[in-house]
């Protein structure tokens, strides 16, 4: 086990852009942490964060395709895992079973069963892991959640979230095609059925349902719907989910749809979230207020929160946009906090973790459980857009016998979960 103030060992498995924001973020922001590998199985990904370590570390890191070479080596204490979303659960699990810690990109996991299996493999095995909902370590997030315990808000009646972003570009079907010089899609695949090469599935995994639960919602809704769930006290899995949408802008063939409605029945009141990728007039907290002391325009927030007391509305937003209170017939601001972008408190507390052996802040239950109603959002979507229900004790689908279906993944023998 590491000890406080030794050295720290990563590995960087999947060397996209997310991964490698992530890696470098790390090394830049904690003390005394060095990378001994970059595990990518595509040649054309990891030449730019593997030269970037090199610099800051005065030696290259290795580059391997095999996350195994990672697991099997005694020196490296933690991974960050920032593959394509299929690939999360079994990474996280092996590499818990081999004794790392682990940071894990959203969303963490695509079944139920693969979200048990993560956290059995990080209890059973003593592993810190670390969910990528970075929202979780920002001061204006642990200050939101407090003002709402406090009762300030009064009591929740509803909240609502969303995820509005701007529009995608049209999309076309490639032909199957030749395994590009330096891929090993056997590898890439991994768990998922073995096909045929094809650059829409490779480059737009996130088209998908074998590989995400869509770039929208998976890819982002994930962050909001986590930190709506922190704010409000992190309550357990809902006990019905509806969602309806489909495909708005462009009629092609992609399996995600572009516009989700969903309703979360909480028990004692409702969340709604609000997922798409057609508003070009919706946009992000701007660059210029995640690392000030502004908020930002809530009406056309793509990612704001909105929490509805019987004393007043709060609107929160991600990215470091901090939240405001509004209370009274005038509308007037009651409470406030300011936010900043939280990506490198998050990364510092990933391994301040792996050396205090502490929880972290963004757990693997919590991570699961944010991934988990974003699943059952696109498992309501997928049988129909029919309601389910859900057994908030088990966890197991009810009423709804197609979801309950597809929600059980078919792996690759080889990589079975067991």
Known sequence: MTKANDKVILALI?????????ILSIVHSAANVEVKYVCEVDAQRGGNVIQELSKLQGYEPKRVADMRQVFDDKDVDGVVIATPEHWHAPATIWACEAGKDVYVEKNVCLTMDEGRKMIEAATQNKRVVQCGTQNRSGDYAFAA???????ELGAIV???TYCMLPGTREWILKEDSPVPEGLDWDRWLGPAEKVPYNVSRHRGWYDWWAYSGGAAMSGDASHVIDLARMAVGDPGLPQAVFCAGGRVIFK????????????????????TLESSQYGNYMTKTPQEIRFSDRFPEWRNNATRIEIYGTKGVMFLGRHGGGWQVFGSR?????AKGIGYFPDEPHHRNFIDCIRSRKMPNAPIEQGVLSATMVNLANLSYRSGKKW????VVTGEITGNDEAAKLDKRIYREEYKLG
């Open 14 to 22: 999947g060397a996209g852009g997310r991964g490698s924001q992530v």
């Open 252 to 271: 092609d063939k992609r399996e995600i749809p572009d516009n989700q409605t969903v309703v979360f029945d909480m028990g004692t009141y409702p969340m």
């Open 388 to 391: 389910l229900g859900v057994d």
């Open 145 to 151: 959640r407090d003002y709402i315990a406090s009762g």
């Open 158 to 160: 509803t909240v609502k």
């Open 330 to 334: 005038k509308f007037e601001e009651i």
